[in-house]
């Protein structure tokens, strides 16, 4: 109980951290937002200065002091309320982020989740049949894969597989004349449109897990209770992947929670290559067009996700692990 309460404060006292960095970096900037929205329809005339103070009070800009406007923020933030966007105006950045956020997770969310199965489980198999033609198979094309340049990997995907031979869709998540629903046709076009970025993703990133998990398998291999238990009788088979693999995954699995933590961020340049509707591409989008108020959101979701992400991770060792629950009542 001890260690738990001790990782909640740990949580509360990053969480304040981050959205208090989150409300001074945007006010570090030169300027103010005013302004910066007026100037993408700089040739359309200067602005009145009774048409600057209505669009001030539209975007519910403060004039107060700086504990004022911390004040507001901190409320603004408790009920979601991140301000208006400059790009998608008149829409404010509630909307447009709760409307990119579910692309954005079942695209990388699973794309993720499989990488990490499917890489933890041939990590093990490498590790079972190490020195031979599968782990050196399994080692060299995951070491390739892991180095390749992913966003190259899906340009190529995308020009052959979806341009040349017109096997996949160019863009879009779903086809152009469907209205989202939840009818089989819909649902088969939204995995048809994601097929490629999610194997693009799947590609770059499932050679980590297998690396790591092939190199912690090794280690845990050798351990005395190992030995001790196929001097007992105990297949090695058994023992690999009922007590190794449960002491090696642990490293791993606090990288998984990261990258599901990074999950709502989106895989930047793979949404951007195949134009796909998610965070990843909404974030591209506002700091091309300068929206602060948007990229504030989405760094502040990212940011908190990651955080409560770090904290299941801590939690999950813990019923992994019961030396670390030991260690931190001590």
Not at 60 to 73: D, K, V
Not at 199 to 211: A, H, K, P, Q, V
Not at 237 to 265: C, D, E, H, K, Q
Request: proline residues 5%; positive net charge; charged residues 10%.
């Amino acid at each position: 109980m001890e260690y738990f309460l001790r990782r909640v404060i740990f949580l509360i006292g990053t969480l304040w951290v981050a959205v208090t960095v989150n409300f001074f970096i945007p006010r570090a900037m030169p300027g103010n937002p005013v302004e910066t929205m007026m100037a993408r329809f700089h040739e359309r005339g200067t602005m009145s200065p009774s048409a600057m103070k209505a669009i001030t009070v539209m975007l519910g800009i403060s004039h107060g002091n700086i504990f004022q406007q911390y004040g507001e923020y901190l409320n603004h933030v408790v009920h979601f309320n991140f301000g208006v966007s400059y790009t998608y105006f008149p829409y404010s950045v509630t909307y447009m982020i709760s409307h990119a956020l579910p692309w954005t997770l079942g695209l990388v969310g699973v794309a993720t989740i499989f990488s990490f199965g499917l890489g933890t489980m041939f990590g093990i198999i490498a590790a079972m049949r190490r020195g031979k033609a599968v782990d050196g198979s399994l080692t060299i094309l995951s070491s390739f894969t892991n180095t390749f340049p992913y966003f190259w990997f899906g340009l190529m995907a995308l020009y052959f597989l979806s341009f040349v031979y017109h096997w996949f869709p160019l863009t879009g998540a779903y086809g152009a004349s469907m209205t989202p629903n939840l009818s089989w046709s819909f649902i088969g076009s939204v995995a048809y449109h994601g097929f490629l970025p999610a194997l693009t993703i799947m590609i770059s990133s499932i050679g980590g897990w297998l690396l790591g998990m092939r190199n912690n398998m090794i280690n845990a291999l050798n351990e005395d209770y190992v030995l001790l238990a196929t001097a007992k009788g105990l297949k090695p088979s058994w023992v690999a992947w009922m007590y190794v693999a449960r002491n090696a995954i642990l490293p791993n699995l606090t990288g998984f929670a990261m990258a599901l933590g990074f999950v709502v961020g989106g895989s930047l340049l793979t949404e951007i290559v195949f134009s796909y509707p998610g965070i990843g591409y909404l974030l591209y989008n506002a700091v091309v067009n300068e929206d602060f108020p948007l990229m504030q959101g989405i760094f502040l979701i990212i940011v908190v996700c990651v955080v409560l992400a770090n904290f299941v991770a801590d939690l999950a060792y813990v019923m992994f692990d019961p030396r670390v629950r030991r260690g931190g009542a001590s």
